[in-house]
């Protein structure tokens, strides 16, 4: 199992002031003989439904050697998750959380918008300096 990322704590506790139940942590995906471990499984019911949302979350902090460098280690596992969790859970919706500094980083950069084009990533942002107001893009 990979080592948990420096803001696992901060997202997982701005989840849980937003009304979400962690289910899972780390959420494993079987596949094969391979097991893969997304941070965080966590589920909202809503009002009027049985079944309420069900979302994975890889959280990335962007502190690696370059900002490109981390891009492309985050789209790969991003990517590769998505893949499965539409085989095994396909209600299942995967977020990669960052930082909103990471955010207005590499994300605004011209690199960053075509990856969010391109892959239609989700992503969900947040401060790592509070435990709340979480941003959710889609």
Same mark, same amino acid.
């Given at each position: 199992?990979?080592?948990?990322?420096?803001?696992?704590?901060?997202?997982?506790?701005?989840?849980?002031?937003?009304?979400?139940?962690? !289910?899972?942590?780390?959420?494993?995906?079987?596949?094969?003989?391979?097991?893969?471990?997304?941070?965080?499984?966590?589920?909202?019911?809503?009002?009027?439904?049985?079944?309420?949302?069900?979302?994975?979350?890889?959280?990335?902090?962007?502190?690696?050697?370059?900002?490109?460098?981390?891009?492309?280690?985050?789209?790969?596992?991003?990517?590769?998750?998505?893949?499965?969790?539409?085989?095994?859970?396909?209600?299942?919706?995967?977020?990669?959380?960052?930082?909103?500094? !990471?955010?207005?980083?590499?994300?605004?950069?011209?690199?960053?918008?075509?990856?969010?084009?391109?892959?239609?990533?989700?992503?969900?942002?947040?401060?790592?300096?509070?435990?709340?107001?979480?941003?959710?893009?889609?």
């Amino acid at each position: 199992m990979a080592r948990r990322d420096i803001y696992h704590n901060v997202v997982k506790k701005a989840l849980v002031s937003e009304g979400w139940i962690i !289910t899972h942590d780390p959420y494993v995906i079987p596949f094969g003989k391979h097991k893969l471990f997304v941070d965080l499984g966590a589920e909202r019911l809503i009002a009027a439904e049985k079944e309420g949302h069900r979302i994975a979350i890889e959280i990335k902090s962007f502190v690696g050697y370059s900002e490109v460098d981390d891009l492309e280690n985050a789209l790969g596992q991003y990517l590769l998750y998505r893949s499965l969790l539409q085989r095994s859970e396909p209600n299942r919706i995967i977020y990669l959380a960052v930082s909103e500094a !990471t955010y207005e980083g590499i994300f605004s950069d011209p690199i960053g918008q075509v990856a969010l084009k391109d892959y239609g990533l989700h992503l969900l942002l947040f401060n790592p300096d509070e435990e709340a107001n979480l941003q959710w893009i889609e």
